[in-house]
């Protein structure tokens, strides 16, 4: 005799489910709420920190614009 499967229980939870508009707004201001914020000179000294990166990039990549037109510049036309 060949018995029926039986359908697989899963241990895990589902979450609750909630539609529209006004449960996704629910559901994403209890999310902010558990964010971990960082305190102002925290957010002003990171803020220098990505200037000054975005900076040195900005240099670099323009150094080597130059130095890549130079080349250019020497290999098709000449000293």
């Not at 709420?33 to 102002?40: A, D, Q, T, Y």
Request: aromatic share 8%; net charge positive.
């Amino acid at each position: 005799m060949s018995q029926t499967p039986q359908p697989r229980t899963s241990n895990v939870p589902l979450p609750k489910m909630r539609r529209g508009l006004k449960g996704f707004f629910h559901d994403v201001s209890r999310e902010m709420k558990k964010v971990n914020w960082p305190s102002r000179p925290e957010t002003n000294r990171l803020t220098g920190v990505v200037l000054a990166v975005c900076g040195i990039v900005v240099l670099i990549l323009t150094v080597l614009n130059y130095l890549w037109d130079f080349v250019v510049n020497a290999l098709t036309k000449g000293f």
